[in-house]
């Protein structure tokens, strides 16, 4: 703090007590280039009329001034970027006729910070039921966190530290408006755009034909498996018209057998409704069914209620060798492995919503074991053991003979792979049905 005593012409004394802060750059997101934010403590003096900002590109040698008024911050433009400018205040008094000497000197170099901006571009604005749509940000500045909202969706907020381009799955109908708000150290800025959904269009329904005899059967579903469907291993769309017989789509020949589920209207087509007590499907081990090292699990479910239930679970005599569940005991969606030395688990972090289709995936590459609902990641874990304990007992859609876990409601479209499928690969087989290869 200095007193300064600044003389008039006819030798009156006016004593003006200012204390300044050494001056130092404020950088905000929204500071444009060639600009500088300076503040500075004020006089606690009486009869300090304002501040005048003296500034130039050597020190102690200011070429430029510029009349704040009473205030103790501004902001500086016109600088030129990757300059070094030298600062410095002089009070004056209410009459502006005597003005203090310098305060001390403070120094900055101008950046080329750009402004905040947010905006993103989707794949698409509308389209029918499932739609599926990838966002990709176009956002400027010093970001620190993305925030996407997407109402409608089973992940209606998504937050990044670093930029990412989400995936999206509508499964309703509707106007959603998605919006994502960037913010920086000083401020945030966002912008909204809106999505279309439209119904699927109804498909008549087929009238029920007979079950072909075993041969048919044979000739249908052991064709070679096509390139898109490398590695596998097992599929179900529960398309048979009637019977306890599940027909294996995958050419395998991994075929299931009913118990107690009945055959209704699915996600695409047929699904098979889940009673919660007793129902399951029962697939015989098979040397396919043995995955070792990578997996896939996938299927589309809509539960009636929120418990414990296996989708898919590969048994043996005292527990699971691979699984997928709806729910588990934080009532989350899981899947897991064991090693031989234990299970691996990775969860979703929110709760399935009931009553509402919603695509189940897990993959396991031999590192990394992930979970994605409808098709984006939600979970993932590092593994230490990249391989599969082996089992020879049974395979099991909607229960398991181990712990019970029953599931309630429906499931559809089920396919097990023995590779770790990529998003891209995950989000093509959620929107397309299983189908004889």
Do not use: C
Request: hydrophobic share 35%.
């Amino acid at each position: 703090m200095s007193t300064v005593v600044l003389k008039t012409n006819k030798n009156h004394g006016l004593k003006i007590l200012a204390t300044f802060v050494f001056l130092f750059l404020l950088f905000s997101d929204v500071v444009f280039a060639g600009s500088l934010n300076l503040a500075w403590d004020a006089s606690t003096s009486s009869g300090v009329g304002g501040y005048k900002l003296y500034y130039g590109q050597a020190s102690k040698s200011y070429t430029s001034s510029v009349d704040v008024g009473n205030t103790t911050t501004y902001q500086l433009t016109g600088l030129t970027t990757g300059s070094t400018y030298f600062f410095a205040l002089k009070a004056y008094n209410i009459a502006r006729s005597i003005e203090s000497s310098y305060s001390n000197e403070a120094s900055a170099t101008i950046s080329a910070t750009t402004a905040l901006t947010a905006d993103f571009t989707p794949s698409t604005t509308s389209g029918t039921a499932p739609l599926t749509i990838r966002f990709t940000p176009n956002t400027t500045g010093s970001i620190t966190t993305w925030r996407w909202d997407f109402p409608g969706s089973f992940t209606p907020v998504v937050i990044n530290t670093t930029p990412t381009v989400p995936t999206v799955t509508y499964s309703n109908p509707g106007t959603y408006n998605v919006a994502l708000t960037a913010t920086g150290a000083k401020g945030s800025v966002n912008v909204v755009k809106q999505i279309t959904v439209i119904a699927t269009p109804a498909v008549a329904t087929q009238q029920p034909v007979a079950t072909p005899p075993p041969a048919a059967i044979r000739s249908a579903v052991t064709s070679s498996p096509t390139a898109g469907n490398f590695g596998l291993m097992a599929a179900y769309g529960f398309e048979e018209a009637q019977g306890t017989r599940v027909l294996d789509a995958s050419g395998n020949g991994n075929h299931g057998k009913i118990k107690e589920a009945v055959r209704t209207k699915g996600r695409f087509g047929k699904a098979l409704k889940f009673d919660g007590v007793n129902d399951w499907v029962t697939v015989k081990n098979s040397e396919s069914l043995g995955i070792t090292s990578a997996f896939t699990l996938e299927a589309w479910i809509k539960p009636i209620s929120i418990r414990r239930g296996s989708i898919i679970v590969k048994q043996e005599p005292n527990g699971t060798v691979y699984d997928l569940y709806s729910y588990e005991d934080r009532d989350l969606p899981i899947s897991s492995f064991n090693d031989g030395q234990g299970y691996n688990t990775v969860s979703g972090l929110q709760q399935l919503p009931v009553r509402q289709w919603v695509h189940l995936a897990s993959t396991f590459d031999g590192v990394t074991q992930k979970l994605y609902i409808n098709g984006v990641e939600v979970g993932s874990i590092q593994v230490q053991s990249g391989l599969v304990k082996q089992s020879y007992d049974v395979l099991r859609i909607g229960g398991n003979s181990v712990w019970g876990d029953y599931f309630r409601g429906y499931i559809d479209e089920v396919r097990i792979y023995n590779r770790s499928l990529s998003n891209d690969e995950i989000l093509k087989d959620l929107q397309t049905k299983v189908s004889p290869h």
